[in-house]
């Protein structure tokens, strides 16, 4: 459900487009693969995939998939030895992982809600939810990365109360990324 969320959100900008349906099945299909991936426990990472349904109505009924307004994937991470903040790897190109509580943090990914159900709060109570999460694992920081033309979750993500990093690598800046962070 949520790869195919993700996929339908993915091209929701190009309805008229040639063999749209094609790239979304395929869209879908890696999306979901890359999810069974991460979740297969890897790397000594914890992921979660959060999904929000459509509260259930009387006498309406709706696929599971038409249920599946909106997800995201969030995981717990550690620093590299040297870091001060995800990425930042040009000055550290062979590092290791350091696996102590200071240097946990959780990294939000794959934030999506579907069109029809946006200006909801969906988004901000997800959001929300990560945040909880991380203060009961005793995580400080959460980051999330952002095209810097998506003003929408700009403005969403600055409500909350994450902030611009302040520091960031040429690799950002070369694929227009912002690094937000949230202090818990």
Same mark, same amino acid.
Request: with cysteine.
């Given at each position: 459900?949520?790869a195919?969320l993700?996929a339908?959100?993915?091209? *929701?900008?190009r309805?008229? *487009?040639?063999?749209v349906?094609?790239?979304?099945r ?8 890359a ?5 297969s426990?890897?790397h000594?990472?914890?992921y979660? $995939? =959060? =999904? ?7 006498n309406?009924?709706?696929? +599971?998939?038409k249920? +599946? ?8 991470r550690?620093l ?14 062979? $590092?290791?992982?350091s696996?102590?509580?200071l ?8 934030? $999506? ?16 939810f ?9 995580? *400080? ?6 095209h ?10 600055q409500?909350?109360?994450? *902030? ?5 690598s ?6 227009q990324?912002y ?6």
């Open positions: 459900m949520a195919w993700r339908e959100t993915h091209w *929701e900008d309805p008229g *487009e040639r063999y349906d094609n790239f979304k395929k869209f879908a299909e890696q999306e979901f693969n999810i069974k991936r991460r979740y426990g890897q000594g990472q914890t979660t $995939c =959060v =999904v929000t349904v459509r509260k259930e109505e009387r309406v009924k709706r696929t +599971v998939l249920s +599946v307004v909106g997800t995201l994937d969030f995981s717990i550690h590299l030895h040297g870091e001060s903040f995800p990425g930042e790897r040009e000055k550290h190109l062979f $590092c290791s992982i696996r102590t509580n240097n946990r943090y959780i990294y939000v990914s794959n934030l $999506c809600v579907a069109k029809s159900a946006r200006r909801q709060s969906i988004a901000s109570n997800m959001l929300y990560v945040i909880e999460s991380a203060r009961s694992e005793g995580v *400080e920081l959460v980051y999330v990365h952002v810097r033309n998506n003003e929408p979750a700009l403005e969403l993500y409500k909350i109360g994450f *902030e611009m990093v302040e520091m960031a040429s690799q950002l800046l070369k694929q990324m690094l937000l962070c949230y202090k818990t």
